[in-house]
Structure formats: C-alpha cells, structure tokens
C-alpha cells in the first residue's frame, strides 16, 4: 500500500465540510482516541492525523463565525 497524496487525504476529508460543529468536535474527539491508544498502523496514523487537524480546522471555522456573530449582536444593541 502506497502512502497517501494530498490529494487522497483531500478527497477523504471532504465530508468534514458538511459538519456541524458538534459532529466534528464529536469525530475530532474519536480520531484522538484512536491516535492515543497507538494501536494503529504508521500508515492509518498519518491518515487518522490528517482528519483530526482537518476536523480542528472545521471546529476552529464554527468557532470563529460564532464569535463573529456575537461580536456583532454585541455591537448591534451598543449602537
């Protein structure tokens, strides 16, 4: 088995964008278990780290646009 490209990573992760935040933090929290435990493969960890710094970047996204949305609630009732 040949390791990954970017582009197979890529194209893995590419359901990550439909997830809420929930769903994401929930599998984030899934891929570190499994990443902690170290019974995987070299290969599968690889693949298993990608997800999860994917995953962190889609709840990093959820977590930004609510606080833009709170930012600016906040300065709607300043106003």
Same mark, same amino acid.
């Given at each position: 088995?040949?390791?990954?490209t970017? !582009? *197979? !990573?890529?194209? +893995? *992760?590419?359901?990550?964008? %439909? /997830? %809420?935040?929930? +769903?994401?933090r929930? +599998?984030?929290?899934?891929?570190? *278990? +499994? /990443?902690?435990?170290? %019974?995987s493969? /070299?290969?599968? %960890?690889?693949?298993? =780290?990608?997800?999860?710094e994917?995953l962190?970047?889609?709840?990093?996204e =959820?977590?930004?646009?609510?606080k833009?949305r /709170?930012?600016? !609630?906040r300065?709607?009732?300043?106003s």
């Amino acid at each position: 088995m040949s390791p990954e490209t970017p !582009a *197979n !990573a890529t194209a +893995q *992760n590419a359901d990550i964008a %439909s /997830l %809420s935040y929930e +769903q994401a933090r929930e +599998q984030l929290v899934a891929v570190v *278990n +499994q /990443l902690e435990a170290g %019974s995987s493969s /070299l290969e599968d %960890s690889l693949a298993l =780290w990608e997800r999860g710094e994917a995953l962190a970047r889609k709840c990093e996204e =959820w977590l930004e646009g609510a606080k833009a949305r /709170l930012d600016a !609630a906040r300065a709607t009732t300043e106003s």
